[in-house]
């Protein structure tokens, strides 16, 4: 590996290093050396990870070793790489000398790294970058959560996070825990010291060897190098608490750091409810209810402290729930003037409410250590999943902490509360949501009960508690922190380092502009007073679709939420657009929900490497799981749609506070920023962030397309990444983007590096688009949402249910096995196109057919549905001079071409419940094994009115008809005066 010196420093790197990877990592080096604070920007795609690594542990292993050989050489304070020599050298000796370690300035031990990033996935990925590099023999290790690492057999199965913590420190205190007993005879072995591993790698290792891998990366971090952890465990203080993280003398690393604010507010934040005061009450007298019950088996008084051999006693549960009953008239007494949205207080108001029960500042750390030792009761003793376990204990045993913080100077602390943080009281809800629909709005009812928010509104509150701890230097790094004078701001700690890196990629390798109207001139906004417009919804669709056609292979678009991506859906469906974006490219959509996202995304990346299809579109959200660390390289993402400006809601309680606070501020710090600043920064981040998901790497290209006129604001501009500011382009007109499109895939196909995945030819073969006006004159199509995979459905109910696939399965075998009992002919359907009937237009035949092939229709063979399997065939029309049941779209792609009646079938599955599905297969088993017209008759109106919205599917239906039928069919259609 090729070596570079950056600052006195050697650093091997895995191949030459880029300008901007030196530039990097000078900045991360100059942090470390004079022990300051550093904000570094660098996009994504650049090698920031790998640059951070190698930079970093080069520095550190060369102050291990001056260290090293100063103490042994015995020389005094001079000039090194870190500074403040002479400094570690007495507080050494001050520890050797038995000085109390609150003194020493920073204590004799070696520097430690500490990696922190957002999840535990990028963590994965951030060690898997160490593993490349000439440092991988340093030692490692990497912290996780029970949830995570638990292997225990009983305790891995609990569900909740605080019962499981509980019931494994039972087991650990009574060492009946084999895996945690294994630890300290197996922390030695040379399995866990030789290589880099990751929490995956921990568990397998852990299984193998019997040994717990929670508690041995707590041993392994003593002695390691660098240690890798989400960055939630250094900015919480009850994690770091819990987790025994020591920052004395360590360089804290934040990578994806644009989430720090968010996470240092929320760490520092936290809500209680009235309900959760009456769970208090009911779990402590649960708690008294069980020692009554052992005083009456024993024959002692429930009052003697002595009956029951506990770490508390029934008059700590008396005092306890006198407490919690007192601070539940506390709340209630507490008046509101807007019983509607709430009222705000000072953040001081919490230490008043918490006074009237007496809980002062000392007196808490009592309340905790006897409700932790309840709570631990609680879960040890609980056998029913349904009995209580001390959860709302938990929560307000976290209110305490979080509210005194463990502060020595309490005066100090209120003060720091009062500045940073605000109450806000409202009435309490009760949510009531579907779980059978994602997308069903959650229904609240006000309750006679209140809900207080202890919201801390500024991110340097907790990062200089963090800083406080003994830190050497804190380097915050991302791909999206632009612009860097309001993050840094924000931070409270002094930045003495900034850096924001320009990109690798060429001019040629991306094409970035604004789109403020769709192919129809009309404006693209999705501001609140326009995003709900039939117009501007129907617009956006058309551009979409548009796009589908010129962008190859994979298509990211970003909604700015997830109703307004519903609301598009749903309307896109109802005018067809839905159906022909599907045509062009399979629709994946992000779920709202953790259940399905990773098949959905696993679905989403076999369709990008199909060679028989044209690509795919994954509609996601901004702040969603799609646009957070995700990668989207190569095919997976060859264009970004920014779908509108993801602002924060608006009359969000928090989001009012948050500004109304800035504004506060403002008036004493005039460089800080103003509420409206921050509102928007919130949206241009979110946009970056998203924008990020595409171009990983120096040989990758894509389009960004920020498809709303707001974004020609120059304020809004100014906040996109700064390596995005020189190439973006504004586009007065949708053909001039189609012909920047078209000629950008074209240049980048034929000159850049392709990956080596087999896709369709569908940028090279035509990617000239349909006329605009022909879009607006394409009939529309049936408009269901097709099944995504995040459909809260049980997978007994999927697999009972009717699937149309199953009709259309063309299986040689089949055919030559089974006989067909009779042919279905698709007959002709001309139809007026009104309203009503101009979804038939596709089925619509005026020349005679030439050719016909068949395909198998395959009844399933489900035992709840049918008694036993059985096949007919459809006749389908195969002559390109006809439009009976092939649509070709020849501006698209003339290979392309789809079975009309097979979209009929298709179309029905989506207009239909799944029992009139059933409903609809059986008839169709019926009809081709008896010809009985009339019964397909009557299922057929039932299923399908005549004049209802359906109506063009109960016509369509004359093309299934057996010839003798067909006049009967026509015959019924007249009597009823339909079209």
């Given at each position: 590996?090729?070596?570079?010196?950056?600052?006195?420093?050697?650093?091997?790197?895995?191949?030459?290093?880029?300008?901007?990877?030196?530039?990097?990592?000078?900045?991360?080096?100059?942090?470390?050396?004079?022990?300051?604070?550093?904000?570094?920007?660098?996009?994504?795609?650049?090698?920031?990870?790998?640059?951070?690594?190698?930079?970093s542990?080069?520095?550190?292993l060369?102050?291990?070793?001056?260290?090293?050989?100063?103490?042994?050489?015995?020389?005094?304070?001079?000039?090194?790489?870190?500074?403040?020599?002479?400094?570690?050298?007495t507080?050494?000796?001050e520890?050797?000398?038995?000085?109390?370690?609150?003194?020493?300035?920073?204590?004799?031990?070696?520097?430690?790294?500490?990696?922190?990033?957002?999840?535990?996935?990028?963590?994965?990925?951030?060690?898997?970058?160490?593993?490349?590099?000439s440092?991988?023999?340093?030692?490692?290790?990497?912290?996780?959560?029970?949830?995570q690492?638990?292997i225990?057999?009983?305790?891995?199965?609990e569900?909740?996070?605080?019962?499981?913590?509980?019931?494994?420190?039972?087991?650990?205190?009574?060492?009946?825990?084999?895996?945690?007993?294994?630890?300290?005879a197996?922390k030695?072995?040379?399995?866990?010291?030789?290589?880099?591993?990751?929490?995956e790698?921990?568990?397998?290792?852990?299984?193998?060897?019997?040994?717990?891998?929670?508690?041995?990366?707590?041993?392994?971090?003593?002695?390691?190098?660098?240690?890798?952890?989400?960055?939630?465990?250094?900015?919480?203080?009850?994690?770091?608490?819990?987790?025994?993280?020591?920052?004395?003398?360590?360089?804290?690393?934040?990578?994806?750091?644009?989430n720090?604010?968010?996470?240092?507010?929320?760490?520092?934040?936290?809500?209680?409810?009235?309900?959760?005061?009456?769970?208090?009450?009911?779990e402590?007298?649960?708690?008294?209810?069980?020692m009554?019950?052992d005083?009456?088996?024993?024959?002692?008084?429930?009052?003697?402290?002595?009956t029951v051999?506990?770490?508390?006693?029934?008059?700590?549960?008396?005092?306890?729930?006198?407490?919690?009953?007192?601070?539940?008239?506390?709340?209630?007494?507490?008046?509101?003037?807007?019983?509607?949205e709430?009222?705000?207080?000072?953040?001081?108001?919490?230490?008043?409410?918490?006074?009237?029960?007496?809980?002062?500042?000392?007196?808490?750390q009592?309340?905790?250590?006897?409700?932790?030792?309840i709570?631990?009761?609680?879960?040890?003793?609980?056998?029913?999943?349904?009995?209580?376990?001390?959860?709302?204990?938990?929560?307000?045993?976290d209110?305490?902490?979080?509210?005194?913080?463990?502060?020595?100077?309490?005066?100090?602390?209120?003060?720091?509360?009062?500045?940073?943080?605000?109450?806000?009281?409202?009435?309490?809800?009760?949510?009531?949501?579907?779980?059978?629909?994602?997308?069903e709005t959650?229904?609240?009812?006000?309750?006679?009960?209140?809900?207080?928010?202890?919201?801390?509104?500024?991110?340097?509150?907790?990062?200089?508690?963090?800083?406080?701890?003994?830190?050497?230097?804190?380097?915050?790094t991302?791909?999206t922190?632009?612009?860097?004078?309001?993050?840094?701001?924000?931070?409270?700690?002094?930045?003495?380092?900034?850096?924001?890196?320009?990109h690798?990629?060429?001019?040629?390798?991306?094409?970035?502009?604004?789109?403020?109207?769709?192919?129809?001139?009309?404006?693209?906004?999705?501001?609140?007073?326009?995003?709900?417009?039939?117009?501007?919804?129907a617009?956006?669709g058309?551009?979409?679709?548009?796009?589908?056609?010129?962008?190859?292979?994979?298509?990211?678009?970003?909604?700015?939420?997830?109703?307004i991506?519903?609301?598009?859906?749903?309307?896109?469906?109802?005018?067809?657009?839905?159906?022909?974006?599907?045509?062009?490219?399979?629709?994946?959509?992000e779920?709202?929900?953790?259940?399905?996202?990773?098949?959905?995304?696993?679905?989403?990346?076999?369709?990008?490497?199909?060679?028989?299809c044209?690509?795919?579109?994954?509609?996601?959200?901004?702040?969603?799981?799609?646009?957070?660390?995700?990668?989207?390289?190569?095919?997976?993402?060859?264009?970004?749609?920014?779908?509108?400006?993801?602002?924060p809601?608006?009359k969000?309680?928090r989001?009012?506070?948050?500004?109304?606070?800035l504004?506060?501020?403002?008036?004493?710090e005039?460089?800080?920023?103003?509420?409206?600043e921050?509102?928007?920064?919130?949206?241009?981040?979110?946009?970056?962030?998203?924008?990020?998901?595409i171009?990983?790497?120096?040989?990758?290209?894509?389009?960004?397309?920020?498809?709303?006129c707001?974004?020609?604001?120059?304020?809004?501009?100014?906040?996109?990444?700064?390596?995005?500011?020189?190439y973006i382009?504004?586009?007065?007109?949708?053909?001039m983007?189609?012909?920047?499109?078209?000629?950008?895939?074209?240049?980048?196909?034929?000159?850049?590096?392709?990956?080596?995945?087999t896709?369709?030819?569908?940028?090279?073969?035509?990617?000239?688009?349909?006329?605009?006006?022909?879009?607006?004159?394409?009939?529309?199509?049936?408009?269901?949402?097709?099944r995504?995979?995040?459909?809260?459905?049980?997978?007994?109910?999927?697999?009972?249910?009717?699937?149309?696939?199953?009709?259309?399965?063309?299986?040689?075998?089949?055919?030559?096995?089974?006989?067909?009992?009779?042919?279905?002919?698709?007959?002709?359907?001309k139809?007026?196109?009104?309203?009503?009937?101009?979804?038939?237009?596709?089925?619509?035949s005026?020349?005679?057919?030439?050719?016909?092939?068949?395909?198998?229709?395959?009844?399933?063979?489900?035992?709840?549905?049918?008694?036993?399997?059985?096949?007919?065939?459809?006749?389908?029309?195969?002559?390109?001079?006809t439009?009976?049941?092939?649509?070709?779209?020849?501006?698209?792609n003339?290979?392309?071409?789809?079975?009309?009646?097979k979209?009929?079938?298709?179309?029905?599955?989506?207009?239909?419940?799944?029992?009139?599905?059933?409903?609809?297969?059986?008839?169709?088993?019926?009809?081709?094994?008896?010809?009985?017209?009339?019964?397909?008759?009557?299922?057929?109106?039932?299923?399908?009115?005549?004049?209802?919205?359906?109506?063009?599917?109960?016509?369509?239906?004359?093309?299934?008809?057996?010839?003798?039928?067909?006049?009967?069919?026509?015959?019924?259609?007249k009597?009823?005066?339909?079209?």
């Amino acid at each position: 590996m090729p070596d570079v010196t950056i600052n006195d420093i050697i650093v091997s790197f895995p191949f030459k290093p880029y300008p901007v990877q030196e530039e990097y990592m000078r900045k991360v080096i100059e942090c470390l050396q004079n022990s300051q604070h550093g904000v570094l920007e660098s996009p994504t795609g650049t090698g920031k990870t790998l640059s951070l690594l190698c930079s970093s542990l080069s520095w550190l292993l060369t102050k291990k070793a001056q260290l090293q050989a100063q103490v042994i050489a015995g020389t005094i304070e001079k000039k090194d790489f870190g500074g403040h020599f002479f400094k570690h050298l007495t507080t050494g000796l001050e520890k050797a000398a038995g000085i109390p370690d609150n003194v020493q300035s920073f204590g004799w031990a070696m520097p430690k790294i500490i990696y922190a990033s957002r999840t535990h996935s990028q963590l994965s990925q951030a060690m898997h970058e160490l593993k490349r590099t000439s440092y991988k023999h340093v030692a490692t290790t990497v912290l996780g959560s029970r949830d995570q690492l638990c292997i225990h057999p009983e305790v891995s199965k609990e569900m909740n996070t605080f019962n499981k913590i509980h019931m494994c420190h039972a087991k650990v205190k009574s060492r009946t825990c084999f895996y945690y007993n294994n630890v300290e005879a197996r922390k030695d072995d040379p399995v866990f010291k030789q290589e880099v591993l990751d929490i995956e790698d921990l568990v397998k290792v852990g299984q193998k060897h019997k040994c717990c891998p929670y508690f041995l990366t707590k041993e392994l971090k003593q002695n390691a190098d660098i240690v890798f952890m989400p960055y939630n465990y250094l900015l919480d203080p009850k994690t770091r608490r819990s987790q025994g993280i020591d920052l004395q003398n360590t360089v804290v690393l934040l990578d994806e750091a644009h989430n720090v604010e968010k996470v240092c507010e929320e760490a520092a934040s936290l809500q209680i409810s009235s309900t959760d005061i009456a769970m208090c009450i009911d779990e402590v007298t649960a708690v008294m209810q069980d020692m009554a019950k052992d005083s009456d088996q024993q024959s002692f008084d429930f009052l003697s402290e002595n009956t029951v051999q506990k770490d508390f006693t029934a008059e700590d549960l008396c005092i306890l729930k006198a407490m919690f009953l007192e601070l539940e008239k506390a709340i209630d007494s507490i008046e509101l003037k807007n019983r509607n949205e709430g009222d705000t207080f000072p953040g001081g108001f919490i230490f008043e409410l918490l006074e009237k029960v007496e809980l002062t500042h000392g007196k808490e750390q009592i309340v905790i250590e006897k409700l932790e030792k309840i709570i631990l009761y609680l879960t040890t003793t609980s056998t029913s999943p349904f009995a209580r376990k001390g959860n709302a204990l938990q929560k307000f045993s976290d209110l305490l902490r979080t509210a005194f913080n463990n502060s020595v100077s309490i005066a100090r602390h209120k003060e720091k509360v009062k500045r940073c943080y605000k109450v806000h009281i409202q009435m309490e809800e009760q949510k009531k949501s579907y779980k059978n629909d994602v997308w069903e709005t959650k229904k609240t009812t006000k309750t006679d009960g209140k809900l207080i928010s202890y919201w801390c509104f500024s991110p340097g509150f907790g990062m200089e508690q963090m800083v406080e701890q003994g830190i050497r230097s804190v380097v915050l790094t991302s791909g999206t922190l632009s612009p860097l004078k309001p993050f840094i701001s924000e931070l409270g700690i002094p930045i003495a380092v900034q850096l924001e890196n320009p990109h690798i990629v060429m001019k040629e390798q991306v094409c970035v502009g604004v789109l403020s109207q769709g192919p129809d001139n009309h404006p693209l906004n999705s501001s609140y007073n326009t995003r709900n417009d039939p117009k501007y919804i129907a617009s956006l669709g058309r551009t979409v679709y548009n796009f589908c056609c010129i962008v190859p292979h994979g298509l990211l678009i970003f909604f700015p939420s997830y109703p307004i991506m519903k609301k598009c859906r749903d309307e896109w469906q109802n005018i067809g657009l839905w159906t022909q974006i599907n045509e062009r490219k399979s629709i994946y959509v992000e779920p709202n929900s953790k259940e399905g996202f990773v098949n959905v995304m696993n679905e989403y990346y076999q369709k990008i490497r199909d060679p028989s299809c044209k690509g795919a579109v994954f509609m996601a959200v901004c702040r969603g799981k799609v646009s957070e660390g995700l990668d989207f390289a190569n095919a997976n993402g060859r264009a970004v749609l920014i779908i509108g400006l993801p602002f924060p809601p608006l009359k969000d309680p928090r989001v009012m506070l948050k500004q109304k606070y800035l504004e506060e501020i403002r008036t004493t710090e005039k460089e800080s920023l103003s509420g409206q600043e921050w509102y928007q920064l919130e949206a241009s981040r979110a946009v970056n962030q998203a924008i990020g998901r595409i171009i990983r790497h120096k040989n990758d290209y894509g389009a960004v397309v920020l498809c709303d006129c707001r974004f020609e604001n120059p304020n809004f501009k100014k906040q996109l990444s700064a390596w995005l500011k020189p190439y973006i382009k504004r586009f007065t007109n949708f053909g001039m983007i189609t012909k920047e499109l078209r000629d950008f895939f074209k240049n980048a196909e034929s000159t850049l590096p392709q990956s080596n995945i087999t896709h369709a030819q569908y940028g090279n073969t035509d990617l000239s688009l349909p006329a605009v006006g022909a879009i607006f004159q394409t009939t529309t199509i049936s408009h269901s949402l097709r099944r995504a995979p995040n459909n809260s459905e049980t997978e007994e109910s999927i697999k009972n249910s009717f699937n149309i696939n199953m009709y259309l399965n063309e299986n040689p075998k089949d055919k030559e096995s089974t006989k067909p009992q009779s042919a279905i002919n698709f007959g002709a359907c001309k139809l007026k196109n009104n309203q009503n009937t101009r979804e038939l237009e596709k089925y619509r035949s005026e020349e005679p057919v030439a050719k016909k092939r068949k395909i198998n229709i395959i009844t399933p063979g489900i035992d709840s549905y049918f008694s036993a399997p059985s096949t007919s065939s459809l006749t389908i029309p195969e002559n390109d001079s006809t439009q009976n049941f092939i649509q070709n779209d020849k501006d698209a792609n003339k290979d392309n071409k789809k079975t009309l009646g097979k979209q009929y079938l298709k179309d029905v599955k989506r207009a239909l419940s799944a029992s009139d599905y059933k409903t609809f297969a059986i008839m169709i088993q019926k009809y081709t094994q008896s010809g009985d017209f009339d019964e397909l008759l009557k299922i057929l109106t039932s299923l399908f009115p005549p004049t209802g919205q359906l109506q063009h599917l109960f016509i369509g239906f004359q093309s299934f008809l057996k010839k003798q039928h067909v006049a009967s069919f026509k015959s019924y259609i007249k009597h009823l005066k339909l079209p």
